[in-house]
T-cell receptor, first 114, second 113 residues
């Protein structure tokens, strides 16, 4: 069964450093998402991406965040200058066109900012 | 405002019993609801969904009930098994041109053997 994959599984970085979290969505999916989950809290939407552009973003997704689909398979989330409060589990998800509700999630990348 | 909340943070059941996990949502404009299961160290896994024009939908061992009058959603798991132990989230999507999932806080289901 196809699945969303994410790398790395755990990323430790120092405050102020840039990080790139990588995702490979399911191959025939057209909508891509990033969510995050701070430890012990609910999953929060960050951004959705379709047709090579951001279709929706939350207030969390400020100028420090960016997304890119550099090729036909990868989908990345960049945090330009990490803060302590960016420490969280970051989940990538994808869905087929017209079935946006059925979003398939990856296993997540745990980001720890020290 | 946008909020989806759960009544019970922890639910403990005996193996073989039926489980009912509840969720309240506040936005009457929501037209799509999903239940996700999250096992430790994994991402949310889709279980079942329901659209606002329905009040019940059944899957394999799971049933979702939607009561739009009181903005309540529930997930029923029949014959609960140890493998069902996880955190369960309800999520909603508002009507219109959005695919953003709004998650609730989660209920931990603990199945006792």
């Amino acid at each position: 069964e196809p699945e969303v994959t994410q790398t790395p599984s755990h990323q430790v970085t120092q405050m102020g450093q840039e990080v790139i979290l990588r995702c490979v969505p399911i191959s025939n999916h057209l909508y891509f998402y990033w969510y995050r989950q701070i430890l012990g809290q609910k999953v929060e939407f960050l951004v959705s991406f379709y047709n090579n552009e951001i279709s929706e973003k939350s207030e969390i997704f400020d100028d420090q965040f960016s997304v890119e689909r550099p090729d036909g398979s990868n989908f990345t989330l960049k945090i330009r200058s990490t803060k302590l409060e960016d420490s969280a589990m970051y989940f990538c998800a994808s869905s087929r066109q017209g079935e946006a509700g059925e979003q398939y999630f990856g296993p997540g990348t745990r980001l720890t900012v020290t | 405002g946008e909020s989806v909340g759960l009544h019970l943070p922890t639910l403990s059941v005996q193996e073989g019993d039926n489980s009912i996990i509840n969720c309240a949502y506040s936005n009457s404009a929501s037209d799509y609801f999903i239940w996700y299961k999250q096992e430790s160290g994994k991402g949310p896994q889709f279980i079942i969904d329901i659209r606002s024009n329905m009040d019940k939908r059944q899957g394999q061992r799971v049933t979702v009930l939607l009561n739009k009058t009181v903005k309540h959603l529930s997930l029923q798991i029949a014959a609960t098994q140890p493998g069902d132990s996880a955190v369960y989230f309800c999520a909603e999507i508002l009507g219109g041109a959005t695919n953003k999932l709004i998650f609730g806080t989660g209920t931990l289901l603990a199945v006792q053997p």
